[in-house]
């Protein structure tokens, strides 16, 4: 009853909160000098221009007029509005960057694992050995090299020198899967180290807490292999805390994920968000900002349920 | 020095050997991390004595001429030596990041543990709003404060440190919070408080000490991650302003040059990465020293 | 090291292409780069073009009345001839017979009237600013086939400027909102359903176009890849069969890759730092001069541009063309530039504010050159760079020292579009009844040669007294790869030609 209790405070507490992310982005892209009709128009910005292309795209209306609209739409007709620029409807936009970003993401995603769960099981079995040591300093190294330089060392490797991949990752529409995985290895790949080394990491000090404990020793005397004790027994216990670190990840791929589609010319969410924020295409900039902040918040929503729901103090209360 | 004569002017013989006893007993973490840290502080602060060229001297060498004893990280476009270039840009990343990080603290601090104290309404809504903050990607959040600055500020180094600021401020403050949320229950600041002193006296003499273990941890955490922010906003165009040799900004500008000079790029990357290396490695040793764990900055 | 290596993997690259091409290759869809295409905010109606991948769309689409080639000079494209009362104050055009619109239809005159009464409509965008010298009751169609345009003031060169790169000819009737959708020209190629957010446009070829035999390409894909290492390395792989304004720092490369040609433009983007000539200190025309002199033109073709362009004499007439009034390059001359500073009241030099974007390939290394060189005269100059999205909105035309750009035109338009007094583009401020009086007399000046030397003084007059530094034209250079014929850079970056293209 209390974790119940507890739950839906959380879920309203963050349906309160992006209320607020709108709010403020809203406020934001309004005291932000400039607006979208002068930065679509540029160079050949008149005023007689510059009025109509604003009265189109009802930027004439009072800012707090707009925002209620705007939010009533979301509210009661599930409606995101239609962006200024090209005046289509947000979802039709949104959806394909998103679904192109959830491609590379579940690639990512695939290369993250081994690249996470490997080395700490290693460093686990290897504790304070040359192997440990050697992989400590690896991953510290890569923890320390930006995304985007590793992305670039990434590049001058494996696209100028030895043209093993294509410099651009997001050009055919209608590639084969095949096509598609060669074509998005590289920013696939930057992703999958950069979120994989902090997740080493954790999970390297929690195997080691957790095969330190009681109950594996008993298991280790059992005669089970130290292999076997590790698959068995440590890994999964371990793997709760490492859930929080991933899910921090999911946050970061999508917040942070601009800076790889720029390096490898890939049309995903984080361009969009970052191109329509220096458009100041507000409906567009509304709905992409909302969309991660709300991976942000589930994320932190789903790690904070967990330990509700798996803190045994609260389940008896219940 | 450590065999002067005068006994008066050297530092008493017990805090040398505390000192000696302390770092014989340090992590290796610390010692490697405080060595790569000196080594950078030492060239930034001196590099600009010694480099062999101008930051933004022109006519060094060849345009995109390669590595070469004389240009050990090659020459860029315009001509100028960038390994020069880099070392000038030392001090400029260091203090960016230290600054940008201690103002993200000092704000992040004060309110963090305000709201802690207070509790009540007050706290809840802070939390909300932090909340918020934290959850709108940190460069959309770095974006529009720069374009808010507008041309004139945006670039400057006062902009950039700002950035760093607002972008780690709402992060350092939930961080603080749960920290004063642990401190207010105990008995000391009960009595400061029947003592009717007043929550900014209560945050300065009782909170802030005690929190200052979880803060100075939090705060090198941070600052190893400063000059990776400094040089994504450098990549995307939101940071420093060209001609200044800031690391991310040099990789950044030349990326274009990778096919003919790679080196122009490698060289200042190298000197970012070793320059992380140590911050992380100082701070998990740090954080060893103050028995904390490290986890990785959630970004 | 590098150079060797990559030469043996090219060399299997071509290899691997063999076997992928068949033997006997009909002519296929080709794939095609530009760097910006403008996201959400890119376009199809020519009214509205704005940027390099709108430009692209508006050329392949759509035809103008008079085309103006790679040397800048008016040629027939949708008008067959045309011709002026002794007094150049009435142009008739004679329409091409048979041309048909994407939709079947035939263009005729009433479409070219409809089309200048369209974009002269100061709402629909801002060819009207460009057209000023025409009033939308201007234009009439005497019969199916021929327009006329009255104009108030004498224009020896009305049809260079009336061929305006927004004066694109779409069919009567179609507003705003259904050129956004689809394309209603006679070019070479047509658009079905355009939509803005979708990775990469397609375009099919036009089968009823007037001029037999063309497009030569089945289809093209037209992609927008910003970033020049991206674009590079997608050219030299075969990605792409053709990519537009390549940096020079990715020539040696490109060069050394037997598949890619790099193709330049005849003429160049000038490359220019403007100070408001009414406001201090630049108001002083010693410090004008000064700021010229510090300029070391040959080190800036060298590092900026690494040799790719030409040297330029503060104005934006190449030295190789009849119309510049020197062919030479202004020497470098720190003294003097000294020397003019003291008598202008600087004797210790001074300090100002430059602003730069990275809204044209060279710009941003021009102004950090600058800063070095007009160091060396006490100038100290502290280079601003500005947002590129927000440049050409908060910048240029706003502070009183900004790097701009402008594509090359035909001198009449290129001499009047930003310095004449009365110019909406003045980015200079600069105000010389004597300029504008050449200007008045070279347009009423039927005979090419005396009107020549009137340009030439023109030019000179820029030169000499304006606020433009102008150090550089940098030429366009467009990667092909070579199993691909047909194409060439325009030398205006604004117009793109693709009827010829094709690729085996």
Not at chain 1, 17 to 28: E, H, K, Y
Not at chain 1, 217 to 239: D, F, Q
Not at chain 3, 149 to 155: K, Q, T, V
Not at chain 3, 279 to 302: C, G, S
Request: a neutral charge.
């Amino acid at each position: 009853m209390i974790a119940m209790r507890l739950i839906t405070g959380r879920l309203f507490f963050s349906l309160f909160t992006l209320v607020l992310v709108s709010a403020l982005i809203f406020i934001a892209i309004e005291i932000v000098p400039g607006d979208v009709a002068s930065r679509i128009l540029g160079r050949d910005a008149t005023p007689a221009l510059l009025a109509s292309v604003r009265e189109r795209m009802h930027l004439d209306v009072p800012p707090v007029e707009r925002y209620f609209n705007w939010l009533g739409n979301i509210a009661f007709h599930a409606d995101f509005g239609r962006a200024l620029t090209s005046d289509q409807p947000v979802g039709q936009i949104i959806a394909p960057k998103v679904l192109n970003t959830l491609k590379l993401a579940a690639v990512a995603f695939l290369l993250y694992l081994p690249l996470a769960l490997i080395p700490a099981a290693l460093q686990a079995l290897h504790r304070e050995r040359p192997l440990d040591h050697g992989l400590s300093v690896i991953n510290l190294v890569l923890l320390s090299i930006p995304d985007f330089l590793l992305g670039t060392i990434l590049m001058i490797l494996f696209v100028v020198n030895w043209q093993w991949f294509p410099a651009i990752a997001g050009l055919r529409d209608t590639a084969s899967l095949g096509q598609f995985l060669w074509a998005v290895t590289l920013p696939a790949l930057t992703l999958a180290i950069t979120m994989a080394v902090y997740a080493s990491r954790m999970l390297r000090d929690n195997l080691i807490e957790v095969l330190d404990a009681e109950y594996i020793r008993m298991a280790e005397l059992k005669g089970l292999s130290r292999l076997a004790v590790l698959l068995r027994h440590a890994l999964p216990n371990s793997l709760i805390p490492t859930l929080n670190v991933t899910a921090l990840n999911l946050a970061y791929i999508i917040g942070g994920v601009v800076i790889v589609e720029r390096l490898f010319t890939y049309p995903g969410f984080g361009s969009l968000m970052i191109d329509s924020l220096q458009l100041q295409d507000a409906p567009l900039v509304e709905a992409t900002v909302l969309i991660s902040a709300a991976i942000y918040i589930g994320a932190n929503l789903l790690a904070d349920i967990g330990a509700i729901l798996l803190n045994p103090r609260l389940r008896r209360a219940s | 020095m450590s065999d002067s004569p005068q006994p008066d002017l050297v530092a008493p013989p017990s805090r040398r050997r505390a000192f000696g006893q302390f770092w014989r007993s340090a992590p290796t973490s610390f010692k490697a991390g405080t060595i790569v840290l000196l080594i950078h502080v030492l060239v930034a602060a001196t590099g600009p004595f010694w480099a062999p060229f101008g930051a933004g001297e022109m006519r060094t060498g060849v345009p995109l001429s390669g590595v070469s004893w004389l240009h050990p990280f090659g020459v860029d476009q315009l001509g100028r030596d960038v390994f020069s270039r880099v070392v000038h840009g030392g001090h400029i990343v260091i203090l960016l990041s230290l600054s940008g990080t201690l103002l993200g603290l000092v704000i992040g601090a004060v309110v963090g543990l305000l709201s802690g104290y207070w509790g009540g309404w007050v706290d809840e809504l802070l939390q909300r709003l932090l909340e918020a903050m934290i959850s709108i990607p940190f460069l959309v959040l770095a974006l529009l404060a720069v374009i808010t600055a507008g041309p004139q500020l945006s670039g400057s180094p006062v902009m950039v440190a700002l950035v760093v600021a607002f972008v780690y401020a709402p992060r350092i403050a939930r961080m603080a919070r749960a920290a004063a949320l642990d401190i207010v229950t105990r008995d000391y600041v009960l009595v400061a408080r029947l003592r009717g002193e007043s929550a900014w006296s209560i945050m300065r003499r009782e909170l802030l000490p005690n929190a200052s273990g979880v803060l100075l941890v939090e705060f090198a955490l941070r600052a190893g991650y400063a000059p990776v922010l400094i040089g994504s906003l450098g990549f995307l165009g939101f940071g420093m302003k060209p001609p200044t040799p800031e690391w991310g900004l040099m990789i950044a500008d030349n990326r274009q040059l990778i096919f003919a000079s790679p080196i122009t790029v490698l060289g200042p990357g190298l000197m970012l990465a070793t320059l992380v290396v140590g911050l992380n490695l100082f701070t998990e040793g740090l954080a060893r020293i103050l028995g904390r764990s490290t986890r990785p900055v959630a970004r | 090291m590098f150079a060797s290596r990559s030469r043996t993997l090219l060399a299997a690259g071509t290899l691997l292409a063999l076997f992928a091409t068949p033997a006997l290759a009909a002519d296929r869809c080709v794939k095609f780069a530009v760097p910006e295409r403008g996201g959400e905010s890119s376009s199809i109606d020519p009214a509205v073009a704005f940027n390099q991948g709108d430009f692209f769309n508006v050329g392949a689409l759509y035809e103008p009345i008079v085309w103006i080639d790679n040397n800048l000079e008016a040629k027939p494209l949708l008008a067959e001839s045309w011709e002026s009362n002794p007094e150049a104050t009435v142009w008739t055009f004679h329409l091409k017979h048979g041309v048909k619109f994407h939709d079947g239809t035939e263009m005729t005159s009433k479409d070219v009237v409809w089309t200048y009464q369209r974009i002269l409509d100061p709402t629909t965008g801002v060819a009207a600013k460009e057209l000023a010298f025409v009033k939308p009751g201007d234009v009439s169609a005497l019969d199916d086939y021929t327009v006329q345009f009255h104009i108030g003031a004498p224009l020896a060169e009305f049809p260079l400027l009336i061929g305006n790169k927004f004066a694109y000819i779409s069919k009567a009737g179609v507003g705003a909102d259904e050129l956004a959708k689809k394309s209603y020209g006679t070019g070479a190629f047509k658009v079905e359903n355009f939509n803005p957010s979708e990775p990469v446009v397609h375009f099919a070829a036009f089968k009823d176009y007037w001029e037999a035999g063309y497009p030569k390409a089945p289809c093209i894909d037209l992609v927008s890849i910003s970033e020049i290492v991206a674009r590079a390395a997608a050219i030299a792989t075969g990605e792409v069969d053709v990519a537009t304004n390549m940096d020079p720092s990715v020539f040696a490369m490109l060069k050394s890759n037997p598949d890619v040609k790099l193709i330049p433009a005849a003429r160049g983007t000038v490359l220019m730092l403007a100070m408001f000539t009414d406001t201090a200190p630049f108001n002083d025309v010693r410090v004008r001069q000064a700021m010229k002199l510090v300029v070391d033109r040959q080190a800036i073709l060298d590092t900026v541009l690494l040799g790719y362009g030409f040297i330029a004499n503060d104005n934006p007439i190449a030295l190789s063309s009849a119309d510049a009034f020197r062919s030479d390059p202004i020497p470098r001359d720190v003294a003097k530039a000294k020397q003019l500073l003291a008598e202008a009241g600087y004797p210790n030099g001074l300090t100002i504010d430059l602003y730069a974007g990275d809204v044209a390939t060279g710009l941003i290394s021009l102004a950090q050159a600058y800063q070095q060189m007009a160091a060396e005269a006490g100038i100290t100059v502290n280079v601003n760079i500005a947002p590129t999205e927000t440049y050409w909105d908060d910048v240029w035309l706003k502070r009183s020292f900004a790097a701009t750009a402008w594509g090359a035109r035909p001198t009449a338009s290129a001499l009047s579009i930003a310095y004449r007094s009365d110019a909406k583009y003045n980015e200079t401020h600069w105000k010389n009844p004597e300029f504008d009086a050449l200007l008045d007399k070279a347009n009423s000046t039927l005979d090419p040669e005396e009107r020549r030397k009137l340009y030439q003084e023109a030019n000179k007059l820029i030169a000499e007294d304006g606020g433009a530094i102008g150090p550089v034209f940098a030429t366009l250079i467009a990667a092909v790869r070579t199993n691909c014929d047909g194409f060439a850079p325009h030398s205006d970056w604004n117009r793109v030609d693709v009827k010829s293209l094709h690729c085996q």
